[in-house]
Each structure stands twice: as C-alpha cells, then as structure tokens.
C-alpha cells in the first residue's frame, strides 16, 4: 500500500560525499515526521536525523553538521546530503515516515524503508 524506497548509497572514500533519496509511494493522504536512521550489524537502528512536516529538523551529535536531511513535499521524498563522511559512518541506512493513507485517513502509520549500504572506506 506505501512503499519507501531508498536509494544513493554506495562506497565513498573518507572525507567523501553521498546523497540519500527516500521515495513515499501509494495512496498517501499525506506524510508527517520522516528519519533516517542507521544500523552496524548486530546493532539496534540508531536515529541520526529527521524532519517535521513544516521542515523542522533535528540531528544527533555524531552527524551534526556534516549531514543535512531535506525533503520535497510535491514529491514525497526525502534527502540526507552527507559530507566529510567518516569510516564510522559506514552502516546501512533506513528511512522511515508516518503516512497517512486513503485506507486509514484518520490515523498516521508508520513506514520503513528497505535499508541502503553506505561504506566508507579508502
């Protein structure tokens, strides 16, 4: 019914830059707060970042800046811009939002994405 799709990431050598997409399709009514978060193996997904609706945003210490999230509402998606990449960035990346669908137009549900490898290494 909503998919998120991620795409941008790779490997990059330190000091490197990547940009993240995170496409919202399906019957969205509209799209609220939206994150990205990534995960080392064996490791619990850890917030890096996100924007509120009215572009509000916040970011964890390690990624400030550094990294800028961003997002197009005429297109439903979202952007992480990451600069001076660090090998301790290296993780999989996810996306995440709270939509609201055409199913359920009273309540906000929650989305992820697929995940993308991002590695940074030289």
């Known amino acids: 019914q909503v998919q998120l799709v991620e795409s941008g990431g790779g490997l990059v050598q330190p000091g490197g830059s990547l940009r993240l997409s995170c496409a919202v399709s399906g019957s969205i009514v509209s799209i609220a707060n939206m994150a990205w978060y990534r995960q080392l193996p064996g490791n619990a997904r850890d917030l890096i970042t996100l924007?509120?609706?009215?572009?509000?945003?916040k970011y964890a210490d390690s990624v400030k800046g550094r990294f800028t999230i961003s997002r197009d509402n005429a297109k439903n998606t979202m952007y992480l811009q990451m600069n001076s990449l660090k090998p301790e960035d290296t993780a999989v990346y996810y996306c995440?939002?709270?939509?609201?669908?055409?199913?359920?137009?009273?309540?906000?549900?929650?989305?992820w994405g697929q995940g993308t490898q991002v590695t940074v290494s030289s």
């Open positions: 924007t509120t609706s009215t572009g509000d945003t």
């Open positions: 995440k939002a709270y939509v609201r669908t055409n199913r359920d137009r009273e309540n906000y549900s929650e989305y």
